[in-house]
């Protein structure tokens, strides 16, 4: 699986856009960009995944660059449960196990 | 729906004791399952997973082990612990796309 490269922490201000980038450089053209997030204490949580398209769910948007090396997530309108290590996983779809690296921490302050 | 079942929640144990951690999932046939290890302020290491009753990948070996019994019960074992053994398990079960985690246990060996 491709590695990835992600900031070890980031701050946002509640009821703002939180913005998190990933760097993978190394994707092959069958692997997705996965994002989950782990609340303290708490198992991971699948947040949203794209191939090449950006997407965009209930919890998150998910831009993928056109030559597929980054991606960004976004957090519309940050709060202060969304305060979580965030994981940017590049793995083989259906086939794949989901290897997590460090994460980014991310802190929403009021 | 789907619901994955890990226990004991907490678990405390001398160093040289066995140990045995069940997962079991509700709601879906055939899935594939997964155990991860946390441990203290470190990432997710994926231990093991399965494809099939029977059927284990082992991705770093070490003093545990991992069985599946039935199509949705996975067990993570170890014949003598060790303090390094201590962490965060998390059982998980993938269906198409995403991946799903359960409350996991805290092992802490003394």
């Known amino acids: 699986d491709a590695k990835t490269t992600q900031p070890t922490s980031m701050d946002c201000a509640e009821g703002r856009a939180a913005n998190l980038p990933c760097n993978h450089s190394?994707?092959?053209?069958?692997?997705?960009v996965y994002w989950y997030r782990q609340i303290h204490s708490q198992g991971p949580q699948y947040i949203i995944h794209?191939?090449?398209n950006n997407e965009t769910n209930e919890m998150a948007s998910l831009i993928i660059t056109e030559d597929r090396k980054s991606s960004t997530l976004i957090l519309p309108h940050a709060t202060l449960r969304d305060t979580a290590v965030y994981y940017c996983?590049?793995?083989?779809?259906?086939?794949?196990?989901?290897?997590f690296g460090k994460g980014t921490k991310l802190s929403v302050k009021p | 729906s789907q619901t994955i079942h890990q226990w004991p929640a907490t678990l405390v144990q001398p160093v040289g004791s066995p140990l045995s951690l069940e997962c079991t999932v509700e709601?879906?046939?055939?899935?594939?399952l997964y155990w991860y290890r946390q441990a203290a302020g470190r990432g997710l290491q994926l231990l093991f997973y399965?494809?099939?009753?029977?059927?284990i990948s082992s991705e770093v070996p070490q003093n545990l082990s991992a069985s599946r019994p039935q199509d949705r019960q996975f067990i993570l074992s170890s014949k003598k612990l060790l303090l390094s053994d201590s962490g965060f398990y998390l059982c998980?079960?993938?269906?198409?796309?995403?991946?799903?985690f359960g409350p996991g246990t805290r092992l802490t060996v003394t």
């Open positions: 998980a079960w993938r269906d198409l796309y995403e991946q799903y």
């Open positions: 190394t994707i092959s053209g069958n692997e997705y």
């Open positions: 794209g191939l090449k």
């Open positions: 996983i590049v793995t083989g779809g259906s086939q794949g196990n989901l290897i």
């Open positions: 709601g879906t046939s055939n899935p594939n």
């Open positions: 399965s494809v099939g009753i029977g059927q």
